[in-house]
């Protein structure tokens, strides 16, 4: 039996529809810049064996965020102001959830907090 060509289409066009929709994103993790108003704030997402996944910034009170993408397991966030003197560590995270931090403070003194 031969296939009747629109037929072939109208399947390869549902198939790259659920191929669109599928979620292959990966997760996100939320930043807010709560610091001081104008303040530079970034945040590396790092993996276990120290190689950066990827990183973003933002000046105060503006957000951001990262993508984590699906291949990686545990991560570690790296939250730093100006020239990332002064880094805080926090993690490892398993990839399975989105997240969300915010910076508090200004550039002599600040923490970051999960939402
Ligand atoms: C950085 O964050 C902004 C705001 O959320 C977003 O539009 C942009 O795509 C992000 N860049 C990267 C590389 O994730």
Redesign the pocket.
């Known amino acids: 039996m031969k296939s009747h060509p629109l037929l072939a289409l109208i399947i390869s066009i549902i198939f790259s529809l659920i191929a669109f929709m599928s979620p292959t994103e990966g997760y996100k993790v939320w930043i807010h810049n709560k610091l001081e108003s104008g303040t530079w704030a970034g945040v590396d997402a790092v993996t276990e064996d120290g190689k950066k996944i990827?990183?973003?910034w933002?000046f105060s009170h503006k957000?951001?965020?990262?993508?984590i993408p699906d291949d990686t397991g545990l991560y570690y966030l790296h939250f730093g102001l100006i020239s990332f003197e002064d880094v805080k560590t926090r993690g490892p995270f398993t990839n399975d959830q989105d997240a969300c931090w915010h910076f508090h403070g200004n550039v002599f003194k600040w923490e970051v907090y999960t939402c």
């Open positions: 990827t990183s973003n933002s957000g951001f965020h990262l993508t």
